[in-house]
């Protein structure tokens, strides 16, 4: 176990599944873990189960609402006053849903919480993130997005055009996610900060089992829960990338299983890694 002592990690959702247990992870090799989550009651159980878990830990919760590019701004802000520098940046958080919803923002509830924000929260972080000495951020994405086979669609990112399908769209915003990082890596090559993304393979968790996917998927998703793996097993490609040596200065890569996998071809596609982040830019009001 790598000796975290002293660095400060950032995960958001991590008051349940794999963000938990990445956060447990991180806390049990002496980080300071901040786990950024919207329901305080959740968030308070976890850091209490994590300091039980290891009793030296020294885990907290502030809360964050990827749902509101208000509550993300207002999380950078209170992080930025108590803390000078960020180790780790875990962009964890993900939702899925069957039929379309739109948040306060005006945007496509999944395009917003599972990219939008993420990408407006590495931003608003990113002075913190290069004033640590080897910053690492990881976004967990998933092999859905190689169901985005044909990219992203620019013209209707917020899904207003055509006939919702919210299992396609959840795979758009994995796509982005990769993409995202792909080009947060190259606008970063000279800095001291790496970012990857992660497929933290078939995870045991309630995604897409509460009716947030439809009945198909979600019957699927059921059959599929005995080949499942545990939290636990599938928060530790992330592990890897936020606390091993071996992937010092490794950036801009697509990870599974702690190695380098292939993306698909529409996630190597730099023109649409660009091209999203200036959209996400104008989007989210950054600079």
Known sequence: MTDLSGQVAVITGGNSGIGKE?????????????IAARNPAKAAAAVQELQQ????????HLPL??????????????????FECLDVLVNNAGG?????????????????????SHFLLTALLRERLEAAPAARVINVSSTGHT??????????????????????????????????????ARRLDETNV??????????RSKFAREGDMGAVVGTVMILGRPFAISSAAG???????????????ITGQYFYKC?????????????????????????????
Request: charge should be negative; glycine fraction near 6%.
């Open 235 to 249: 928060a530790r490609t992330s592990v890897y990338l936020a606390s091993s040596p071996d992937v010092d200065g």
């Open 96 to 116: 899925t849903l069957h039929k379309r919803t739109v948040t306060e923002d005006g945007h496509e509830t999944q395009f917003q919480v599972n990219h939008l």
């Open 194 to 203: 790496t970012a990857n993304a992660v497929h933290p393979g078939y995870v």
């Open 147 to 184: 169901f985005a086979r044909h990219g992203l669609d620019f013209d209707d990112l917020d899904c207003e055009r055509h006939k919702y399908r919210g299992f396609l769209v959840y795979c758009q915003t994995k796509l982005a996610n990769v993409l995202f990082t792909r080009e947060l």
């Open 259 to 287: 190695r380098v996998a292939k993306p698909s071809d529409a996630a190597l596609d730099d023109a649409a890694a660009a091209r999203l982040w200036e959209v996400s830019a104008e989007l989210t009001g950054v600079s």
């Open 65 to 82: 609402d990827l749902a509101s590019f208000a509550s993300v701004r207002a999380f950078a802000d209170t992080f930025d006053a108590r």
């Open 22 to 34: 990445t956060a447990a992870a991180l806390a049990g090799m002496g980080a300071h873990v901040i």
């Open 53 to 60: 878990r290891a009793p030296d830990a020294t885990v907290e």
